[in-house]
């Protein structure tokens, strides 16, 4: 969108293509009213749905539809916004959208309602970004996540510090260029002390990155065991449809099968893998191949047990991530090597031992520290943005420390502020010899 021009008006569909009972049609900028007038012939009242005709250029009717005027600066973008409900088929929203271009609206380019919103200080950067998270989430706490930060819970942190640093930058600032003033900024400790608070509260906010990345990406859930010990059976009980192949044949699944599903209000990601033995067929071989690499690059592994029969040596795989054991077949009697061993309990045939599943996955990853207020999470940029202000912060804290020059501590405190900036999309260091001049009598 390099070169856009805000002075464009702009239409496009916003519903999914297809048929349904209704299309929307959105208008955006400073002829928006004209451009709906020109083809309704109908001059809008804001706030107020009005019953419309939009007529092709030879007056015939190309749909009945429901018009309604947000007028600036009260509107999603900032600007005039008129949003034309119509019928849902797929002809007729391409018709109404053609008649509003013909009128004098151009195409908006992808992300460009947005990007006015933004442009026009409706939102910054982060609940841009939540916009396509709420409409891309898969789960109800992956939606949460993405309303909270539509409504601020990442900005907020975020221009909480960037107000905390810029007193401090302001006062160092105030020591460089007016020395003659006699303005002192705080003393070591003090600065030392709310550089620390600063970098306390970014560190927290960065820590919610991986809880950011499972509720975009979803949990990678990798499913091992021996041959036949259910580990596609306990796929397809989890998707709740047949996705994978079932026999009582040892080395049925000779690849990896990936679905996606929602369990307990966490998205997961489910992998199911070629069974664990040893081997002398090729094919075999290269399947557990697989199966080691996809246990490798898991958020979860779920280890799938016959219970009814002796327990099998698997190889063991180093890795971090947890894991729980799936003591499957539990309607048949349990081997007494399995008697007392902790497990979740399961049959893939009356989904037996769900509700357990489901209550570990919310202990593992539903009750970690979220370090904030609420239930957003930083996504990669953010998380990048973050890492940088904490590292210019750590710089200048160590040169304050040391006594080091004033002048370096005001370039490193200018660049945390550019990082952090660039999380909302609003980037003005100059905010800081505002502070400066607005902060202390500096007379002249």
Known sequence: MNGMQIERTIAAVATPVGVGALGLVRVSGPRAQQVVQACTGRCLEPRRASLVRVRDA????????????FAAPASFTGEDVV???????????????????????????????????????????TQAEAVMDIISAGSELALRAAQHQLQGAISQPVQAAVDRLVEVAAHVEAYIDFPEEDISPHTQDRLVEVLVEVQAGLTRLLRTAEAG?????????VIVGAPNAGKSSLLNCLLGYDRAIVSPTAGT??????????????????????????????????????????????????????????????????TPVPSLLIL??????????????????????????????????????????????????????????LQQALDFLAAAQAEL?????????????????????????????EVILDKVFSSFCLGK
């Open 213 to 221: 990345r499972l509720l975009r990406e979803g949990v990678r859930t």
């Open 328 to 385: 499957n077949k539990c309607d048949l009697p349990e081997h007494a090597a399995w008697q007392g061993v902790a497990g979740i309990r399961f049959c893939c045939l009356t989904a037996q031992g769900l509700p357990e599943l489901e209550q570990a996955l919310g202990g593992l990853f539903l009750t970690q520290p979220q370090e904030l207020d609420s239930p957003a999470a930083i996504n990669t940029r953010h998380r990048y943005a």
């Open 401 to 429: 420390a040391a006594g080091e020059a004033v002048e370096l501590v005001a370039a490193d405190l200018r660049s945390a502020l550019e990082a952090l900036g660039g999380i909302t999309g609003r980037v003005d260091t």
């Open 253 to 318: 699944t000779r690849d990896t099968v990936e679905e996606g599903t929602t369990l307990g209000g966490l998205r997961l990601r489910l992998v199911d893998t070629a069974g664990l033995h040893e081997s002398a067929d090729a094919l075999e071989q290269s399947g557990m191949e697989r199966t080691l690499r996809a246990w490798k690059g898991a958020d979860l592994v779920l280890r799938v047990v016959d219970a009814s029969r002796a327990p099998e040596e698997l190889p063991e795989v180093e």
């Open 83 to 125: 949003e034309l409900c119509c019928h849902g088929g797929a002809l007729v929203v391409q018709l109404v959208l053609e008649r509003l271009l013909a009128c004098g609206a151009s195409p908006a380019e992808p992300g460009e309602f947005s990007r006015r919103a933004f442009e026009n200080g409706r939102m910054d950067l």
């Open 58 to 69: 030879r007056g015939e009717v190309l749909d009945e539809c429901v018009a309604t005027l």
